[in-house]
């Protein structure tokens, strides 16, 4: 089983940044796509951005050119910076890892906790 721990949420004013982590760790074969999804209240979880392995990057069309998505393999984390950050950002985060497990054919998703990002006006 794999085990996905956010940090780096929090409260920020209208245009400011901020950077989130997610790491793993647990029995893991092998990760593929990492992603961030969010969800604001009373609302879908929605993707964020995702990205594979080899560190090809797919963004909703709201955040593009304001959001980074990176990964650093080696050490099995996910990062999202976020800037030029608007009120409609506020959302709870939640990071996802799609892994592979000795003996299984299929692979598994995971899901971290959710870290708050609240932007104020």
């Known amino acids: 089983q794999v085990q996905l721990v956010e940090s780096g949420g929090g409260l920020v004013q209208a245009g400011g940044s901020l950077r989130l982590s997610c790491a793993a760790s647990?029995?893991?074969?092998?990760?593929?796509?990492m992603g961030w999804y969010r969800q604001a209240p009373g609302k879908q979880r929605k993707l964020v951005a995702d990205?594979?392995?080899?560190?090809?990057?797919n963004y909703a069309d709201s955040v593009r050119g304001r959001f980074t998505i990176s990964r650093d393999n080696a050490k099995n984390t996910v990062y999202l910076q976020m800037n030029s950050l608007k009120p409609e950002d506020t959302a709870v985060y939640y990071c996802?890892?799609?892994?592979?497990?000795?003996?299984?054919?299929?692979?598994?998703?995971?899901w971290g906790q959710g870290t708050q990002v609240t932007v104020s006006s």
């Open positions: 647990g029995t893991i074969f092998s990760i593929n796509a």
């Open positions: 996802n890892a799609d892994y592979l497990r000795s003996g299984y054919p299929y692979a598994f998703r995971a």
């Open positions: 990205i594979t392995n080899g560190g090809t990057a």
